[in-house]
Nanobody, 115 residues
Framework: QVQLVGSGGGLVQAGGSLRLSCAAS????????MAWYRQAPGEQRELVAG???????SYADSVKGRFAISRDNAKNTVYLQMNNLRAEDTAVYYC?????????WGQGTQVTVSS
């Protein structure tokens, strides 16, 4: 099973930026799909950004133009660059990967945006 370790969360003022990282064990090149989800208190977990193995990306409407997902194959790491952060972006962010029919989750990293 793939092990995912997320990092990079923290406290930032509205309008600021953060970059989340997710380091994956195993064969990075065989990942069919990688994504970032988030879950705010009392809310359901929602998809923020995803990247297919061919590099195709998708974003939630609420983050389009502000967030960007990318990957570094040499480091087996997926990133989420978050710019122009808003208070409503406050949540625990989870990385996710899907490989060979199995999905795996990272442990979550807290992002808090103060207004």
């Amino acid at each position: 099973q793939v092990q995912l370790v997320g990092s990079g969360g923290g406290l930032v003022q509205a309008g600021g930026s953060l970059r989340l990282s997710c380091a994956a064990s195993g064969n990075f090149f065989s990942m069919n799909y990688m994504a970032w989800y988030r879950q705010a208190p009392g809310e359901q977990r929602e998809l923020v950004a995803g990247m297919r193995s061919d590099g195709t990306t998708s974003y939630a409407d609420s983050v389009k133009g502000r967030f960007a997902i990318s990957r570094d194959n040499a480091k087996n790491t997926v990133y989420l660059q978050m710019n122009n952060l808003r208070a409503e972006d406050t949540a625990v962010y989870y990385c996710y990967c899907y490989r060979n029919g199995i999905g795996s989750w990272g442990q979550g990293t807290q992002v808090t945006v103060s207004s």
